[in-house]
T-cell receptor
Framework: DSGVTQTPKHLITATGQRVTLRCSPR?????VYWYQQSLDQGLQFLIQ???????AKGNILERFSAQQFPDLHSELNLSSLELGDSALYFC?????????????FGSGTQLSVL | QQPVQSPQAVILREGEDAVINCSSS?????VHWYRQKHGEAPVFLMI?????EQKGHDKISASFNEKKQQSSLYLTASQLSYSGTYFC???????????FGQGTRLTINP
């Protein structure tokens, strides 16, 4: 158990809908990262937050948005869903904001868009 | 900006050695290595920082050639438990984000 909690574990929805994925980092970790993993694909970096502020952005679609709340949990919002958004979404956390610390990954949210 | 891993897949017999390479076109600040088993989350293996570092624990080690912007992961006397997909993640100088390669699928057969 990495200490990073993601909910829900599975999400099935229809095209055009909006969903929210939630992540609670390890106790004491200030950074949260979001990654998308499509079938047999690598981990695509979406966005990083540190202590409530956006720190780095990857190839995140405009239909996607995220935020980190004062209690440090983070939410990834996906709207106007398309079939191609079906993927495993991972959240990871680390203590500080730099890229030189190990990431602890949650078990992921499997999103299926039908 | 995404690092390139090679090979894409490796099949070994238990006890054989493997090398997985990771290269970048950008100057790297650090290289991470993670292993992901099927249906599970990636798990941290090690981080190497610029300066030509080499690290290792047990029979898994890695090197980082800063000048060539390359890192290699070495698995010696492989065990069945080493099976999985290995990802390298790279952070370039001046950037905060950690970007992962496409992964190398390692299969260890008895």
């Amino acid at each position: 158990d990495s200490g990073v909690t993601q909910t829900p574990k599975h999400l099935i929805t229809a095209t055009g809908q909006r969903v929210t994925l939630r992540c609670s980092p390890r106790s004491g970790d200030l950074s949260v990262y979001w990654y998308q993993q499509s079938l047999d694909q690598g981990l695509q970096f979406l966005i990083q937050y540190y202590n409530g502020e956006e720190r780095a952005k990857g190839n995140i679609l405009e239909r996607f948005s995220a935020q980190q709340f004062p209690d440090l949990h983070s939410e990834l919002n996906l709207s106007s869903l398309e079939l191609g958004d079906s993927a495993l979404y991972f959240c990871a956390s680390s203590i500080n904001r730099g890229p030189n610390e190990k990431l602890f990954f949650g078990s992921g949210t499997q999103l299926s868009v039908l | 900006q995404q690092p390139v891993q090679s090979p894409q897949a490796v099949i070994l017999r238990e006890g054989e050695d493997a090398v997985i390479n990771c290269s970048s076109s950008k100057a790297l600040y650090s290289v991470h290595w993670y292993r992901q088993k099927h249906g599970e989350a990636p798990v941290f293996l090690m981080i190497l920082l610029k300066g030509g570092e080499q690290k290792g624990h047990d029979k898994i080690s890695a090197s980082f050639n800063e000048k060539k912007q390359q890192s290699s992961l070495y698995l010696t006397a492989s065990q069945l438990s080493y099976s999985g997909t290995y990802f390298c993640g790279t952070a370039i100088q001046g950037a905060q984000k950690l970007v992962f390669g496409q992964g190398t699928r390692l299969t260890i057969n008895p």
